[in-house]
């Protein structure tokens, strides 16, 4: 016999055998219920003082009859619908409201959630007579950033629209949509920010920037939101409502991929999957996705898996509690060995394996630093927050052929090149991996081979975008990497690029206030100029002091 669902405690039971007999009744798939039908529910409705509800599918057939209490009602398990689903899930709910009120933010949420063809209420009127008739079905995506259409008709008795049709035309518009997506190839996103100092502005500068970083990744973003909360959602970062919402815009804009701008703990980032069903990242894991596509070299290769399975390993652990406790009480090791500890030994394996390679390559990087250091080069090297024009100046003073692109991150691999300077003398200058505010911890400490080539310049260009907005925050995020590896006692020399970019007279001021070069790599004004002031570090005695680094 088929099941009621919901709350059935203290049902008579008659009434029980009558929501039992709801199974029978049958309604066209052209309407959204019958007159008789919805009299059956209300009259039971009133009779139970609970709300009473069905899913139909498509062919008309009842396939569950649920009860509720007097103002909700709790729907069986249908399980959610996956991100990015195309089809409405092919069932409707009908149920009563016992005091006709419109359709609940609950009702309509269901609606989108579980993708119902449509949610309808229909009003315990006197004597428990059918009363109005409020139903919604969703809507594509439209730009009115409505989610649903919600229409009331004053009784069940008058001439409902063909459902049927309404659902034809509603799919065919989302197979439209999804069909011009798949032209698209690109995986969408919503950005997620939370301002949780007050600091409004500072947190829209790094939203502004997790853009770029989404749109170098190769991300389409379709929205991005800020919330300034007063603290942290322990278990979603954002609030509920907030995620509520953004979990009705991904479904309804079939977004794959929520991007968070802060770091998610591991557990954060569990709930807020689970409670989206949607992709979820943090900048430190775009940043580390970028790193991995655009890693070229088998070093760079090499340091880019570390870090991304460095970043994975806590997260692994978290992923099953129930399991890993399991493990430990069984013994953990051998044959009863679950397959979360598998994996999380091979993770430990790898890491270990690839510290070792990555040992290995340091200290053949060390040996070839050393034989250049007896050919006594000095090195120039070019440190720099992403973007800043780093490759785009090597490139300029020694016409080298490397990448430069309007992307975050375009260089990972250090390129080294000679160059002459008047009177004979040679040096070697280096273009190294960009800074960024955040930058991963792990992500630092794996380029630790990359980034050990700086400690032996004899001078650091800090190239700076000048007419960037955020640059004076960009100068400070370089400026603390750069003492977190304990650069800052070598001798710098501040060059603020893009000088085209900006009027002379800022240039000036800036120049005053700061001291350095400014050039402009594109256009190679004031390359002839920086070069002098590197060579006057470089080769004259004690002329630190004159090249102008804080
Ligand atoms: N207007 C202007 N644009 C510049 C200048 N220098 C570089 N650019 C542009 O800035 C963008 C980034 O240049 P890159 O040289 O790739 O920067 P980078 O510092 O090497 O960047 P990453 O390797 O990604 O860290 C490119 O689109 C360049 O064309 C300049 O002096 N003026
Ligand atoms: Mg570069």
């Known amino acids: 016999m088929k099941e009621i669902y919901g709350n059935t ?38 009779e139970t003082n609970r709300q009473v509800g069905v899913l139909i599918n498509r062919k ?108 034809d035309a509603l799919e065919e518009e989302f197979n439209r949509k999804a069909a ?17 100092n007050g600091d409004r502005g500072q947190a829209e500068a790094s939203l502004a920037e997790l853009k770029e970083l989404a749109r170098t990744a190769g991300v389409e973003v379709i929205d991005s939101v800020l919330q300034v909360r007063r603290e942290a959602d322990p278990r979603y970062l954002i609030g509920r409502g907030k995620l509520e919402d953004l979990n009705l815009r991904s479904m309804q804009s079939m977004v794959d991929l929520l ?54 390993l806590p997260r692994l652990v978290q992923s ?53 250091n007896r050919r006594e080069l000095p090195v120039i090297s070019i440190v720099g927050y992403t973007n800043a024009g780093k490759s785009t100046l090597l490139n300029a003073i020694t016409n080298a052929e490397v990448l430069a692109e309007n992307k975050l991150f375009a260089t990972l691999d250090p390129t080294s090149r000679r160059l002459r300077f008047p009177q004979e003398r040679e040096v070697i200058i280096t273009d190294t991996v960009g800074f960024i505010r955040d930058l991963p911890k792990d992500l630092v400490a794996a380029f630790r081979a990359t980034l050990e080539e700086l400690y032996d310049a004899s001078l650091l260009l800090h190239v700076v975008d000048a007419a960037d907005p955020a640059r004076d925050e960009q100068v400070e995020a370089v400026e603390n990497i750069l003492e977190s590896l304990g650069l800052m006692e070598k001798p710098r020399l501040m060059v603020w690029n893009k000088a085209d970019k900006m009027a002379p007279e800022d240039v000036e001021a800036l120049l005053r206030s700061r001291g350095g070069v400014a050039i402009s790599a594109s256009t190679r004004e004031g390359l002839a100029s920086l070069l002098a002031k590197a060579d006057t570090t470089l080769f004259a005695e004690g002329a630190t002091e004159a090249i102008g680094a804080v």
Not at 350 to 360: G, P, S, V
């Open 259 to 312: 991007i968070f701008d802060k770091d998610l703990t591991p557990s954060q980032g569990r709930h807020i999957g689970e409670a989206t069903s949607l992709k979820v990242l943090d900048r430190s894991q775009l940043i580390l996705d970028i790193f991995a596509q655009r890693a070229q070299s088998a070093e760079g290769k090499l340091q880019v898996e570390l870090a991304q399975l460095k970043y994975r």
């Open 320 to 372: 099953d509690d129930s399991l890993s406790r399991l493990a430990g009480g069984i013994g953990g090791r051998g044959p009863g060995e679950t397959k979360l500890e598998i994996d999380r030994r091979r993770v430990r394996e790898r890491i270990t394996h690839l510290e070792k390679r990555i040992d290995a390559i340091s200290r053949e990087r060390s040996v070839r630093r050393a034989q250049r």
């Open 180 to 196: 011009a997506r798949k032209v698209g190839g690109r995986e969408k996103a919503i950005l997620v920010a939370v301002c949780l």
């Open 60 to 167: 008309g057939d009842i396939e569950h009859v649920v009860v509720g209490n007097a103002h909700k009602l709790e729907l069986p398990d249908i399980g959610r619908a996956r991100a990015g689903q195309i089809r409405l899930r092919g069932l409707r709910l009908v149920h009563t409201h016992l005091k006709s009120e419109p359709l609940t933010k609950d009702d309509l949420t269901d609606l989108a959630l579980l993708r119902l063809d449509c949610v309808a209420a229909v009003g315990v009127g006197d004597e428990g007579l059918p009363g109005v008739l409020h139903f919604a079905h969703l809507v594509p995506e439209n730009g009115t950033g409505e989610f649903w259409q919600v229409s009331t008709l004053p009784s069940v008795h008058v001439e409902q629209p063909d459902l049927m049709a309404t659902l």
């Open 9 to 46: 405690l203290g049902l008579k039971s008659s009434e029980q055998h009558r929501l039992r007999n709801t199974y029978r009744r049958r309604v066209s798939p052209h309407e959204i219920v019958s007159p008789e039908l919805a009299r059956h529910l209300t009259e039971l409705s009133r």
